[in-house]
Structure formats: C-alpha cells, structure tokens
C-alpha cells in the first residue's frame, strides 16, 4: 500500500498514452466479456444437459420426422426408463422479432422426463384436460405479460392448419419455473393431440425422441439398441446423448466456440504488443529514475515487482472496466440467447486474462531492469 | 575517532569492448567518523569512481571495501542494495528527483524500505524538511522549484533515513554561487550539528572549502592531502 503513489506516478508520467493504453484494453474486454460471455451460455446449457437422456432423431437430418410408432417400439427396449416426444413449432409472437420457442408435447410422458421443469400438479392436470391448453415459462411469461386464463394467437413459420391458417390460439393454463435453467423458463409447451389433430401435413409423426436410461452408464448401449433396432427401415435414427444433441443443435448455427477464440486471439494477440510495446517504452524513458530508486536501496526484485505491479494495475483497472460495460450490455442479449447476466465464470476468467496479459507485457521490460547498471543509467549511458 | 571507511589496495579496471582501462590504481584511504571530505581532481581522475565505490554503486577489481563496519565488495547485489539503504545518502548533480512525486514524496522514498509506520514516516519528512527549509514546499514537484530548492530536496531525501554517511557527487555542479554556497553551507551544518560524515566530490576549490578536509585524486591515485582544520 505504501508503494502506491510511486505506483500511480509511474502509470500517470505519460496520462495520454496511459489513457489510450487503458482504453484500448477496456475495448478488448467489453468484447471478451461479450463474445465469451455467449459462448459460455451455451457451454453452461450443454453442461447442464442430463446425462440419463438421449435424444433420437433422424438419421438423415435433425429436421427429418418420425414416425409416432416408434414410441411404443423405443418403450420396450430394455434399460430405456421412459419416452417422450417433442417437435419443433417454429413461431412467434405478434411480430417476426418475438420469437418463441414452443414444441407439441404430450405432457403426461414430457413432464416426468423433465424434472428440473417445476410446475404445479393441477396446472400439469389441467394441460391435459384443456386441448388448446399451454404452459409457458416464468421469463416468457414476464416478458409478455401473459398469466394463466388468457388467450394466446401464435403465428407457426412452418406449420399451417387444415384450414389453411397458420395462427394459432392457445390458452394458458400453467407457468412452469426452471430455477437451475433460464434457458428453459422460455420455452411454449403445449398439447401434441392438438397439434397433429390440426395440422395440414405430416400427420402422425414427431420431431423427436427423448429417451430416459435406467442407468446413465448403459446410456451408450441403449443408444445403439435404439439406432439398431431402426436399422434398414425408412426412418432409421441416429441417438445422441442429450448435450452431443444440444451441441449439433448449436453447431447448425456455426461453430460458436471456435468463432469465438479465433476472434479473442486475434484480438488479444494485438493487444499483447500494444500493451507490451507501451510497457517497454515507459520503462525505457524511466531508466535513470529506476537507477535513482537502486540507489536508494531498491532491490532488483523490489523494482521488478513495481513495474509488474504497475503492468497488474493497469491491466486489471481496464479489464473489469471492460467486463463491467460488457455486463451492462449482455442483458440486451436476453431475447436472443435467454439469458440475461454475463456468466460469472466469464468474469474471473477474464479477470484470469487480464493478469496473464499484465505478466507478458510487464515481465519482459521488468527484467530488463535487473540488468540496469546504476552508474551507466545515471550517467545517462 | 573510528574508521568509517577504509579502502585497502584498491584498484578499479573498466572493460569497454577490448579495451581495458585502469581508473584507480592500488589506492588506500581512511575517513574517520564524522569527517567532512571534499575529493578534489580533473574530470576523469577517478574521483567518481572512488565515490561510487565508498557508496556501494560499485564494486572494485581488486582490493577492501570496508564502510560502517561491513567488506562491501563482499556483499550480493541484494545485500548491496539493502546495505545502501542503511547506510548511505546520496545527493547528485543534478538532483535526480522523481518529476512525478511532490518533495515530500520524494523524500519518503527511502523510508518505504523501512518498517516505519505511515504517521512515523510523515513525521520524519517534516524533519527533514525542516532541516533544509523548505517546509512550505512539501507538495511542490520538482520542476515546481528551483535549482536550489531541487538540492535541498535531494538533501532531505538523503538525511531522511538517518543514514551513516552522506555521499555528494558534484552536489554544487549545477548551481550558482549563492545557492551553492548555501548547500555547501547546510552540508556544514549536517557534519557539524549531527556529526554526519560527508564526503563531496568537486572540481571547485571554493566548495572543497567548506569541507574539513581535501584530498586529491589524480590520474588514479591520491596524490596529495591536506588537513585544513
């Protein structure tokens, strides 16, 4: 603490190059905290997938149907606990901008296989008794202000009814919560039977399977039992466990990971030699006053840690500056990846880059120190 | 009166390149606690040299290196530098303070080596500037002073941390003769009202006599010494 107004007159001796030095950093890390801060929201979706669940679709592409016969046929396989069906509705609420992601369910079979989907028994009772019925999660509720009794129109981009409409009405009867998973709580379930009663084409086939193990450790052989048994036939499938499921899904979306560390690399390995560069260069104008601190009794190690210090300081102010203005952003990200805080694990990962980065750029002109020759420097050699 | 530097033999080589050029050349020399010794010479007679050596900015080729007590031309680079801390306080030309502290910053720059408390740091800043005057600039910079003002921050910062001697290069150097011989003067003082041993390094008799004693360094060797007092 003693050491901080050296500290600060050292970071202050150029303010306008300290500044840009510092708003440059600032900029890479409003970024990072937002490209990683996406990346790690679909990291943490995969990761909270269930490892007792796989999903089985079609072989030839994930928007290929099933058949709805392959229920009963994947039920009787041994090791399999249970099956549900979902499919893909593809709608959205009054304008094109409000996507909704809703999915055809039979919720007796979907709702015990989810059990991280909080939601009332008599709201499940009442979805389904009520044909049009709909359970929506808290967060899509809360943002359209929907309660249970209303009446809700959705506009399907795929499916149209026997009349040739593609608006359709539901009435909300329940409001489920997913504590441990935002992603969930804005999702649209409603009644399959209504759905394929209702719809004009591909009648009596679904999007999907969700299979739940008895055992998480035979998850593998069950999947290949299930893709076995589909063998040869018009609808063979292919079973995933449910993140390599989530992950394809992704993937169809491009490789979010991969776009995301190339960009960081390139950006953060300009960064290194414009924050390494700007290091060097103060150091360098500071050489007789490094020598006078030697003098003083300064050891090398003691002026060592002061520029790696300074190298800490500066890095670490800008990057939760940077992180900060990224946390302020990320909840306009909400309607679109459903998620509205930047992951605490971006944070300290980037607090974790940011000292990486003070190292590097620090350590170089830090020990160019150690090798300072007092009467050289004084004298101005 | 005790030793409080002693160098036994000293000889000093300086390799630039292939070249290798003798500066000091079995030298001997003895300053009692206390003294007041102004090193007289031409540019390039070493003088310098035998400062930074009796200051521990530099280590001899061959030959003792005794001060307060310590062989330091022993010492490790670390200990070195810890044994300046304790020891020695430097005043130069060209006063080197840091531009972007205030004096009293400054002058407390020595003191964050010691385990002085914040207040008991303050509190000897004060003193020190006290000492030399300029109380009503502790939170000047330095290109807010003078020349002279700069020097006596210098000063300050070298008494600062009590040390066992005070090592001047040239401390006069840069200054005109008032000013100078108002430094030369507080300089005086210290030796004389805190029994501090100060050695000056000059090529300007009018400074050397303010010393109580000169010595001449010449080509290497001391070549001549005289007791003024």
Redesign the interface.
Known sequence: MKFLPLLWAGLWRKRTRTIFTLLSIVVAFVLFGMLQGVNAVFNNALNASAVDRLNVVSRISFTESLPFSYLAQIQSLPGVAGVAHQSWFGTYYQDPKNFVFSFPVDPVLFFPLYPELQLPQDQLAALVSTRTGAVVGRELAKKYGWKIGDRVPLHSVIWTQANGSSDWNFDIVGIYDAPNDPNQAVSFFFNYSYFDEARSFSKGTVGWYIVKVKDPKAAMQVAAAIDKRFANSADETKTQTEKEFAQSFIKQQGDISFIVTSILGAVFFTLLFLTGNTMMQSVRERVPELAVLKTLGFTDGAVVALILAEALVLSLVAALLGLAIAAGIFPALKSIIGEARLPANVVSLGIGVAVLLALCTGLPPAWRTTRLNIIDALAGR | MPMIVSLKNIVKRYTRGKQSVEVLHHLNLEIPQGEFLALMGPSGSGKTTLL?LIGG??RPTEGEVTVAGERIDRLS??AL??????HVG?V?QFY?L????TAE?NIE??L??TQLS?AE?RQNVAAALEIVGLADRARHKPSELSGGQQQRVAIA?ALVADPTLLVCDEPTGDLDRTTADEILGLLQTLNRAQHKTVIVVTHDQKAADFASRQLHVDKGTLTDAASLS
Do not use: S, Y
Request: hydrophobic letters at 45%; aromatic letters at 12%.
């Open positions: 930074n900015l530099d680079g670390g530098a810890r044994w300046r801390a304790r430097f130069f080197n840091m531009p972007m502290l910053r720059l020595p964050l080596l914040r740091r910062r």
